[in-house]
């Protein structure tokens, strides 16, 4: 277990920040900033399916005192703010799966799906 809030706000920033890097990269290939690599774009998406379960153990009590853009109705909402976790996790690796097969628009609906889990939690759960 985390000695402190500090480590558990850092252990999640960590895994946000992993998350981020690997679909934002998905994005730009699929927005046409760069070329799509249908192996790399499936290497992000097993990544971000893999780190979308890390940042939740991140949510200790009292982690919403820190260096930290977690707002505190995360701990008044615990139930809603986990489903929405699990949400997001379930899209992300329904994303890896859609990412296996050749169907741009089931990979794009697949990418557009979690990108919406992530703004969902992000827009209630997140100082702008
Ligand atoms: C990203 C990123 C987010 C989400 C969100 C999707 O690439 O860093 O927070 O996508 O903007 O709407």
Not at 62 to 70: F, H, I, L, R, V
């Given at each position: 277990n985390f000695e402190k809030p500090a480590d558990a706000i850092e252990y999640r920033q960590s895994a946000f920040g992993l998350i981020a890097y690997n679909f934002g990269d998905m994005g730009a290939m699929l927005k046409g900033k760069k070329p799509f690599d249908a192996a790399v774009f499936s290497s992000r998406a097993d990544n971000v399916a893999a780190l979308s379960?890390?940042?939740?153990?991140?949510?200790?009590?009292?982690?919403?005192?820190?260096?930290?853009?977690?707002?505190a109705k995360i701990w008044q909402d615990k139930a809603d703010f986990d489903s929405k976790m699990t949400e997001f996790q379930d899209n992300a690796a329904a994303l890896a799966v859609a990412a296996k097969s050749t169907d741009q628009n089931l990979i794009k609906q697949a990418f557009a799906n979690t990108g919406k889990s992530c703004k969902g939690c992000h827009d209630v759960y997140k100082k702008d």
């Open positions: 379960k890390l940042p939740h153990e991140g949510f200790i009590a009292g982690s919403d005192k820190g260096d930290t853009e977690a707002l």
